[in-house]
């Protein structure tokens, strides 16, 4: 069974708006072992939604819509669909009471565009939208089935989890493709590649496909193969030994699977072992704190972070020495040591990293150019320090700087080198 | 002249990477003058490849192909395309050599399967990559063009605006679309229409669409209008005189215009105003430190934040009083005043903000649930703080949180409520 998205708005088509419900659609339809063979995004207009919809059930027999169903004056799909299912809108009272209970739950107000949002196609199955007051809808045509949802992510998934693929299992039967993936960090694509080419071919000789999937600081590999019934077990444990065999193969780089980051891999390390952290930062301005405390639990390991962005901040509450900034500049070996040791002692923890660094686009040297990254690691008995070069771009230089300390730390750790 | 969007990659269609290559390929298009009509994601596959090609030549005259030349294994898209334009792959020395340079500039060995991205098309343009070794292609039939690029996006980007977009411009003609966007925050979609419905209609009766697009946190509106040649600069002062209107009649909710974030409003009026900001971040974990230092040049205005994710540093570095955690809790009035009040006085800025929350999705209470989220701001004179009521996912809840506290920054700072 073959499924595609369509997704429907200008505001994507004008690089307004990133398209993140397709990655979740094409995720969980994989979950439900669904194949997805196309995403295509159009224009807000009738034509486009008709002609899509058309070439979309050529290929495919389900097609997963997203989009379109706001309250305001520039959305039109939901007469388009009615339209081409052959029906029309009417005043749906059970949901127009359900989105006055909407409102009242939340002491606002309800107006006549809110109102207009339970007019809905009279031959659609109406999917409840909990989380707003667009309805997902649900059409049948020969034997093929198309679900509109709003566009709004929070919404769509919540229509999805609530009632979409459960009406999907019961409505089509499904089989399987099982996927693992492993999560890299410190190693670009080609280099990792090569390090582990025999058991890349051992691999896919034994019919599991590999693909690389690079970010910055990040390489992700994705393992896949297909099982018949009764054979998902086999094809699993297959795929884990292969798994289990790179993770013993190249630990420094391996930090978790799926949708681990490299956060969650120091949550379960520093929680397992009872330890604690804090954190210093400068040029990565936050987002390390930020990323360790977007993993639900982090408080019990993760005390807090001191965002020293100027050296007025450095000294007075991490400690830099002015002598150590003055001689060696706020981007050095000598201060970031001092940082993390600062901030290490204040909060009096077991371990703690610090960063600074030239994120760009200005503030460049001859000596310290655009990409200079110093990071370290303090502990009970030492404090170490390393020079990042990274590019010339301010994102990524703050993404790769906070990936790369905190995987340094789970490998010093891990190699028990503070002990 | 219509452009289309291919994407091939089996990681966006299983949900493993999320596309922004398109959107951003659409916003450029339309600085450009030319429509985006679709865009179309597919299989890592020969025959998803040529459909797909055939498909979009139907519709446009230009196709943008990103992603499928990695040195890695799980990539054919370029013998798809030779195939597709009847040509074959050759070793290009010129482009080898600066592959080899390349690796040399990066202090790294170059491997074979970085040589065989020397392998290129006999027949096509090449359009060099300076950022990596995936170089682009310019293929050309029957008058209509297709561009491959790798799908690394500051590799594509770097493409498209090193040559792609100047080789667009000399092929096809063009005409121009004007756009202008409007960013607010602190109010629903359904309640800002209802509040500017008049401004909406006379707008749409000079000719000038509007979209509604929403994110967490914040509605963005965005005003389109076509122009003929010579007609430009009228066009634009039109929507101009629309804008500056909207900018009169709800400044609270607008913070900017197009691209803007509030961290952007918040450099703007401190920088102009010299005034210094400190930040004190609880439930936030770093993300208005993350926002803010964002933004080049933040160091002018912004001095750093304390994350005081537990009840220690809280007290440590923000002199919390002991008895009001225990009194009042740390999600509350009396806490997030002592927070800012803490902060401001440590690093001695004009202004500063703090947050404390319940984020989720564990952690709330009956008198407190999740979602619950007290933010303060701290100046001379005075301290405020305010209760919001969010939902219950923890993403959404710190994201909110954030652009809620710097929007009412803004907001007290120009009604001139702390003078």
Redesign the interface.
Known sequence: MKAEVI?IG???????????N???????L?LHGIQ?????????DAS?IRE?IDDSFRHADLILMTGGL?????DITKEALADYFGTSLERKHDVLNKIDSYFKSKG?EM?E??RKQADLPKDAIILENVRGTAMGMWFEKNGKVLISMPG?P?EMKGIMLDHGFRNIQEFFPTKTII?Q?IQTQGI????L??QIRDW?NAL?NDGI????????GLV?L?L?AHAENGDRERVRKKIEKYVSELEKRVPQYIFGREKDTVAMAIQRLFQSRNLTLS?A?SCT??????E???V????AH?????????N??KM??LGVKEHSLFEHGAVSEQVVKEMAEGIRK??QTDYSIATSGVA???GGTEEKPVGTVWVAIAGANKTIAKRLNLGK????N?RISMLSVLNWLRQEIISGSFE
């Open positions: 997704t200008d505001e994507i088509l004008i690089g307004q708006t990133v398209d993140t397709s990655a979740w659609l094409g995720e969980q994989h997805l063979n196309r995403v295509v995004t159009i224009s807000d486009s899509a706001g309250p305001t004056q520039d606002l107006l565009s809110n709004v929070y996927h993936t670009g694509e080609s280099f590649a090569e890349e896919r496909s590999l693909a690389y999937l690079p970010s910055p992700k994705r896949t954190v930062e301005g936050g987002l390390i704190a930020q360790i405390t977007a639900p639990g982090c408080s993760f005390l807090g972070s001191v965002v020293a962005y100027s007025k901040v007075t509450l204040t909060l760009g686009p200005e771009s301010r994102s990524r703050i």
